[in-house]
């Protein structure tokens, strides 16, 4: 038998036996948990509001990681590259084209004869361009500061990269906060271009750097000086000549510390050491040659 039915026969045995009865009628179950007292766990409040504080916590990250600032958070929307394509890294990313596109440094017009053109740095200078051409696709990857999130604006992640994306018609933005760069496209072709983007990787072709400097003829009166200025690349025996022009010059080369040595005539001229940043123009320490 039960041990807890013998207990409760026992209590009614001895209630008889005594004349006493019970105040209200109750069943052996209840009477069961009046006379066996079972452990009671004393219930902690502050543990209780410890656990609803960590649960408020995960709902809150739960939410915030599907909506952000309003914004839906989508999950990672890049790809590897297709195969042939060809990476060009600029401000520490990566963007891959076909070959049969055209690359672009510091420009503003496309290539109509190509598919597709890839820009790569700001214009310094506006170029007007009579036609884009409805089937040419752009890409433009450059530093800056987006303008605003607006309520279209959205969080993705493009191959390990937090993306800020908003679509506009045929015209995707995207904003990199971690880089601080701004990749824009035109048409279907250019996004499946941007999906590309990745952290740079050794493989990918560097963008070139512009340096600008000035050559100075230092006499009784500070005087420009027009003639060739040699560029070589600090640890290498490889170098170009490229010429001034009424004190000015300038040239492009891939990222690295370069000599540059004037040349006007006779008169000997200092060498500067300018260092060319990838996707940037720089200016260069100005020349001075001596003159009588």
Known sequence: MN????????????????????????TPVELRMRTHRR???RIDTK???????????IVVLLTTGSLKGGRQTTAAQGHRSPAGWIAHSAFGLQVSVPKSWAVELFGQCPDRSKPGTLFIGTSAFFDYCPTYGSDTALVDIYEGHPLGASPQA????????????EHAGAEEYWYVPS????L??????????????ALATPRAVPAVGQVNGN???????????????TVKRIGSTNGQTVQAVDGSFSFRDGPGNYLLTGHDGNTSC????????????TNAPPIRCQGE
């Open 270 to 281: 200092s060498s500067v050491i300018a260092t060319v940043i990838s996707a940037q123009t």
């Open 184 to 197: 824009t496209g035109v048409t279907s072709r250019a996004l499946v271009v941007m999906r590309t983007l």
């Open 154 to 165: 959205k969080m993705i992640r493009v191959n390990g990269l937090a993306v800020q994306s």
């Open 39 to 41: 452990p009671r766990y």
């Open 215 to 229: 050559e100075y003829l230092e006499a009784l009166a500070q005087a420009p000086v027009s003639g060739p200025i």
């Open 179 to 182: 880089r601080q760069v701004i």
């Open 3 to 26: 041990p807890e039915e013998d207990r409760v026969r026992s209590l009614l045995q001895g209630m008889l036996s005594t004349g006493e009865q019970p105040l209200a009628r109750i």
């Open 47 to 57: 543990a209780v509001v410890a656990i609803a504080a960590v649960v408020v916590v």
